[in-house]
């Protein structure tokens, strides 16, 4: 017996350089740029990423790198919501928390892990 699925597009982003883009994978298989964000600051280069869930529990992509400043991208607005400051130098890796996805934890060249909390700043 097959299973009764319903299909939907799939959502993945990428970073590079000071650009963070979201991509959707139809149910057919075709590939579209939906969403392109090009950081003001040209010097900026974005190589770390993660998805997490704002507080009305719609898509946020958080982006970080050389700065060492970690954007908090609403998908939906297509906005920034804020930007989070305090490492001292370019930030290695960010993760969500899988229960909580307000929380979110970053690493940093300076040697330093940080907890933030995306709703609060």
């Not at 370019?90 to 979110?104: G, M």
Request: with cysteine; hydrophobic share 40%.
């Amino acid at each position: 017996q097959k299973e009764n699925v319903t299909k939907s597009p799939q959502f993945f982003a990428s970073v590079g350089a000071n650009r963070a883009t979201v991509y959707q994978i139809d149910v057919d298989g075709t590939l579209a740029v939906v969403q392109a964000y090009v950081d003001e600051d040209p010097q900026e280069l974005y190589y770390s990423s993660c998805w997490t869930l704002s507080a009305e529990n719609t898509p946020i992509l958080l982006a970080g790198g050389f700065r060492g400043f970690i954007k908090v991208i609403n998908c939906l607005k297509g906005n920034i919501e804020t930007t989070l400051v305090g490492h001292g130098n370019a930030i290695n890796e960010i993760r969500a928390h899988p229960l909580s996805p307000a929380l979110i934890l970053s690493a940093s060249k300076d040697e330093s892990i940080r907890l933030w909390n995306v709703h609060t700043s």
